[in-house]
């Protein structure tokens, strides 16, 4: 209850200022995606040698403590610059904040979760995980309502003030049980992680799990930047201020994190249960594959529900996402039960950070490419359904990887007392 409830601060602080990045990236549209996320790739490549020494010298509690506090004063730091956003400019501004949010994302919630595989055991994260990532939906869907609710009375800028506030209700309980299971018999809380600070590179050559991890990663943001690219594409084309650009993608990541929601609390924790965590690295895949296919044929028209057009392509966005984070998240983080505590850290660090960005550059320019080729909506879409296909065969490969450890049973009957 804890951890989900921590979870829920961090997402709820994330998700507040999502969509305060997403407007000023809608600002510039997808022709400007490559020199953002360029940028956040070289400063992941800085930071992974400063992360890994961390790790390796720092208890725990130290780690959560600064990191957490880090991004905590940065966002008060930032509230100045966007009461000046129109002074500075979007382009300017956003490479800046596009940069840090995207930092903060990946090495807040890396952390959380490389913390959550330290102190669950791998049949313990296959009964859990769904409702400590549940958790954290709560936060992504609670985060864009009270940022679209507050930006209409207060603006953008004070939106920071009241991410740093969740963030830090977020750590205070971190840090509570990091103290609690530090005092468990065989917990190895109190002692650093040790080993080298480029140990994340290292493992990524010498462990075939990690391998699968970081080419399933590389596919897996292909489909979700292409979409994220597309949609930034539509914001420029239909919305013309801050304000209502940060209003759609609230909506956007509201309708999204609602459907991951309903997804953990049924399919996903089901299938974790029953049939391991490597049927939730596949499924997601294989329905990207049939999303994609049907964006190539059906194009980038409207789809009417309720009376309402809704863009495909927002539709396609909201599907792919809310199966990454309310089914493949999960099952990623109790496969990361089954390795060694240091690729627990350091491992999934570089995966989920540099390996996740540069996937990002790549994807990005090879849609600003495409489309000066002429390459339409139609093109891309069947470029990323065959993305998809060597996704669904690299997530087979990875959770049934030879290099994990045994995977404990869980009793159906367990796994259903812990649900009520």
């Known amino acids: 209850m804890l951890s989900a409830l921590a979870f829920f601060f961090v997402m709820t602080s994330y998700y507040i200022i999502r969509p305060v990045r997403d407007q000023l990236s809608g600002a510039v549209g997808s022709q400007s995606l490559p020199l953002f996320y360029g940028a956040v790739f070289v400063v992941m490549l800085l930071l992974t040698p400063l992360f890994g020494m961390l790790v390796a010298r720092f208890r725990r509690r130290q780690l959560l403590g600064w990191s ?13 610059a966007f009461m000046a956003q129109e002074r500075i ?43 400590v990532a ?17 930006v209409q ?29 530090a005092r468990q018999p065989g917990s190895h809380g ?21 391998r699968y991890m970081a080419l399933l990663m590389l596919f897996g943001d292909g489909i979700g930047t292409l979409t994220y690219a597309l949609v930034a594409d539509y914001a420029k084309a239909n919305f013309t201020d801050a304000v209502a650009r ?15 929601a309903v997804m953990q609390v049924s399919l996903t924790r089901w299938l974790l249960i029953r049939h391991g965590p490597g049927w939730g690295l596949l499924l997601p895949a294989l329905v990207n594959v049939m999303l994609l296919g049907a ?36 099952a990623v983080d109790a496969l990361y039960t089954r390795v060694p505590r240091e690729t627990r850290y350091k491992g999934k660090n570089f995966v989920e950070t540099a390996v ?9 320019s090879a849609v600003s490419g495409l489309r000066l080729l002429g390459w339409g909506i139609g093109g891309l879409a069947l470029a990323g359904a065959g993305v998809a296909a060597l996704a669904a065969v690299v997530a087979r490969r990875a959770g049934w990887s030879p290099d994990l450890a045994p995977d404990e049973h869980v009793p159906v009957g367990e796994g259903t007392k812990a649900s009520a």
């Not at 549940?134 to 507050?150: D, H, I, N």
């Not at 994340?200 to 990690?210: A, Q, T, Y």
């Open 246 to 260: 940060t209003a759609f993608y609230s909506n956007l990541d509201l309708v999204t994190n609602i459907f991951g």
């Open 190 to 210: 109190e002692e650093a992680v040790g080993g080298s600070l480029w140990a994340g590179i290292k493992e990524l050559w010498s462990r075939p799990f990690l």
């Open 295 to 330: 964006i190539a044929w059906l194009g980038d028209g409207n789809v009417w529900l309720w009376g309402h057009g809704v863009p495909l392509l927002a539709m396609m966005q909201v599907i792919t996402r809310g199966f990454a984070y309310g089914m493949t998240k999960p």
């Open 89 to 131: 400019g979007a382009r300017e501004l956003g490479v800046l904040f596009f940069v840090w949010v995207s930092v903060f994302n990946l090495f807040v919630v890396s952390l959380f979760w490389s913390f959550m595989a330290d102190i669950f055991t791998s049949g313990q994260a296959r009964r859990v995980f769904s409702l």
């Open 134 to 150: 549940l958790g954290g939906m709560g936060g992504a869907v609670f985060g864009p309502g009270l940022s679209r609710l507050l």
């Open 68 to 80: 957490y506090s880090f991004f905590i004063l940065c966002l008060l730091a930032f509230v100045p």
């Open 356 to 364: 996740w960005r540069f996937g990002d550059v790549v994807v990005t």
């Open 153 to 181: 009375l207060i603006g953008v800028a004070p939106l920071l003030l009241v991410s740093a506030l969740s963030l830090s209700l977020s750590l205070a309980l971190l840090l509570r049980l990091s103290a609690s299971h």
